[in-house]
């Protein structure tokens, strides 16, 4: 079946002052059968008249005009922001002119005496012109999706990290407290009875309460360690030591001062930088040493891990699931800083920055959790 559908002419607005060079122009236009519809202006008034009524589709100018040049005209249309594709026509334009033309971004030009190449030249630039706003819409879309994935990740890590507050919360108040209470009452029973075959037992019971104890606090230090309510070297410190002794590596940790004061949610991201790092240490570097650096100078918070360990390769560093790098890139953004990780046969260093003049309102979630948790008794359990 034959195809009926009709393709709309091409509106080209013409900026010219000659009656001649414009009869030119539409005869080589009809010679090339391009569909279209042209509209001749000789002034800038017009033209920019023209050219804000948004109907046109293609601007042919002439070089010289009176008391303006097609360029001239080129500069109006780029302060109005009107994205169209730009030609200029001229019977004279030098070669240092046409260059300058291009840089400054106009589509193509065209000597008035290679006029059988015009249509050519305005199928061109409109192809080029539709191929370059469809990647700027693709590049919009495409940014637009790494934004709502951002503000997803972000989601994600704000509800997991206020998620383990509530959990160590209430690992704390009610199985850490139910199971302190019942190491009273057993060592209570324990002390009173004589029977020798019942102290044996409740012996046993008390030792792996004691373990149930210290489990409960592992995890619960884990999830969210009390210890950052010292502040940040302090938990830093803590952190290296449990390392070291659970790890059999040796951890030095070198600071600008004793105490690091910055906001709530820069010190967990800190903290969990450190905390990551490490743990990629112990299971993938065979390290035997591990330096953490952590700064306050310049206004800048820095904490660099560094190991002696083999490395990671590029691959290693760039796979698709390395979600615990990304995690830490993830943070370390939402507080406004950035993570660098270099690696090489002599180790790999993870180091973050984050600018310490934080916005208002940035401090995390875990906010509650610091001042609820601070007069808590904690006794056998933490």
């Known amino acids: 079946m034959p195809d009926h559908t009709e393709i709309r002419p091409l509106r080209i607005l013409h ?3 000659s009656r001649v060079d414009h009869a030119l122009v539409k005869f080589a236009l009809q010679r090339s059968q ?13 033209f920019l008249r023209e050219l804000d009524s948004g109907v046109h589709d293609f601007v042919l100018a002439d070089y010289h005009l009176p008391g303006f040049t097609g360029l001239d005209a080129w500069e109006l249309v780029l302060e109005r922001g009107i994205d169209i594709p730009f030609v200029i026509l001229s019977g004279a334009i030098g070669e240092t002119a046409a260059v300058d033309a291009m840089h400054r971004g106009v589509s193509d030009y065209l000597l008035k005496d290679s006029m059988n190449r015009l249509a050519h030249v305005i199928q ?11 990647k700027a819409a693709a590049d919009a879309e495409l940014a637009e999706s790494r934004q709502r994935l951002a503000e997803l990740a972000e989601h ?4 997991i990290d206020q998620e383990r507050a509530d959990i160590s919360r209430e690992i704390h108040d009610d199985i850490g407290g139910a199971l302190a209470a019942v190491k009273l009452d057993l060592s209570w029973v324990s002390r009173r009875t004589l029977d020798a075959d019942v102290r044996q037992h409740m012996d046993a019971a008390l030792e792996m309460l004691q373990h149930a104890l210290d489990a409960s606090q592992r995890i619960m230090m884990n999830l ?3 210890i950052l309510d010292q502040g940040l070297v302090a938990a830093v410190q803590w ?8 790890a059999g590596v040796r951890v030095s940790v070198r600071r600008s001062a004793e105490q690091i004061d910055v906001p709530r949610a820069v010190q967990l991201v800190a903290y969990r930088t450190a905390q990551e790092a490490l743990t990629n240490v112990a299971k993938h570097a065979h390290a035997s040493a591990v330096d953490i650096d952590l700064s306050d100078r310049e206004g800048v918070l820095t904490l660099e891990v560094t190991d002696n360990g083999q490395g990671l390769s590029s691959e290693a560093l760039k796979k698709a699931k390395s979600f615990g790098l990304l995690g830490l890139k993830e943070r370390a953004a939402k507080v406004d800083g950035w993570l ?3 690696s090489s046969r002599r180790g790999t260093s993870v180091i973050l920055s984050v600018p310490l003049a934080m916005p208002s309102g940035a401090e995390g979630d875990e906010g509650d959790f610091n001042h609820r948790d601070k007069n808590n008794d904690q006794s056998d359990f933490v």
Request: proline share 7%; hydrophobic share 40%.
């Open 15 to 17: 900026l010219e002052d």
């Open 34 to 46: 391009l569909p279209h519809e042209i509209l001749l202006v000789d002034t800038i008034d017009d």
């Open 124 to 134: 061109r630039a409109m192809e080029v012109s539709q191929t370059r706003k469809a």
């Open 156 to 159: 994600l890590q704000t509800s």
């Open 224 to 226: 969210r360690p009390p």
């Open 239 to 246: 952190l290296a030591a449990s390392f070291e002794k659970r």
């Open 340 to 342: 660098d990780i270099s």
